[in-house]
């Protein structure tokens, strides 16, 4: 069966760090890119970050770049977004998909379940 998990959600005071991780079971990472997307409360997804599957290219919203880093191990099937300097803003539920890449969610395959990110004081 062919799945994402993602992890490492959870709840940080503003200006605070989170790493969320993204791991595949059932396939090889190796072939996708990897796009983190998120969804807040009465919003439309919004594509954060996504990274090629080689891990040679990378591309970021407006709203999170030179706070967010997306990262890839392939040997462990695995991708993560470190995320710094946190605003209340980034509250959302965060997904990892598999794809084609870009920001576009709706040109990816295979979704996680989501985790939940709240950046609250």
């Known amino acids: 069966q062919l799945q994402l998990v993602e992890s490492g959600g959870g709840s940080v005071q503003p200006g605070g760090s989170l790493r969320l991780s993204c791991a595949a079971s059932?396939?090889?990472?190796?072939?996708?890119?990897i796009g983190w997307f998120r969804q807040a409360p009465g919003k439309e997804r919004e594509g954060v970050s996504c990274i090629s599957n080689s891990g040679g290219s990378t591309n970021y919203a407006d709203s999170v770049k030179g706070r967010f880093t997306i990262s890839r191990d392939n040997a462990k099937n695995t991708v993560h977004l470190q995320m710094n300097s946190l605003k209340p803003e980034d509250t959302a539920i965060y997904y990892c998909?598999?794809?084609?890449?870009?920001?576009?969610?709706?040109?990816?395959?295979?979704w996680g379940q989501g985790t939940q990110v709240t950046v609250s004081s």
């Open positions: 998909a598999a794809g084609p890449g870009g920001l576009d969610g709706g040109d990816y395959d295979y």
């Open positions: 059932g396939f090889t990472l190796d072939y996708y890119a």
